[in-house]
C-alpha cells in the first residue's frame, strides 16, 4: 500500500504534464499564471515537489480542467470533456 501511496503523486505530476501539453501551453507560462519560477512549477510536473490542494485547484483552474481529471487522468475522457464544453461553449452564443 505504502508503494502506491508513493506513487500516486508521481501520477498526478505526470497527468498535469499531459494536460499542459494538450494545451499547448509552456510551462513557463503556467508557472507565471501560478505566480511561481518556471523551476518550481518544473518540479511540480517532475514530482520533486509535493503541491497542496490549493495549489491542484490552481493548476486546473488554469488548465480549464476539474481537479479529478488531474487526479484520474483518461485521454479519451478528456478529449470528451473538452469536446463537449467546445459544443456547450458554441450553443451559448
Request: glycine fraction near 4%; charged fraction near 25%.
Amino acid at each position: 500500500m505504502k508503494e502506491t501511496l508513493e506513487l500516486k503523486p508521481k501520477l498526478v505530476a505526470g497527468n498535469i504534464r499531459k494536460v499542459r501539453e494538450f494545451r499547448h501551453y509552456t510551462q513557463d507560462y503556467l508557472a507565471a499564471k501560478l505566480g511561481i519560477s518556471q523551476n518550481a512549477y518544473s518540479k511540480i510536473e517532475l514530482g520533486y515537489s509535493k503541491i497542496t490542494l490549493d495549489r491542484l485547484f490552481q493548476i486546473a483552474d488554469v488548465l480549464e480542467v476539474e481537479v479529478i481529471q488531474l487526479i484520474a487522468f483518461q485521454a479519451s475522457d478528456f478529449m470528451r470533456s473538452t469536446a463537449n464544453s467546445k459544443s456547450n461553449s458554441s450553443l451559448a452564443v
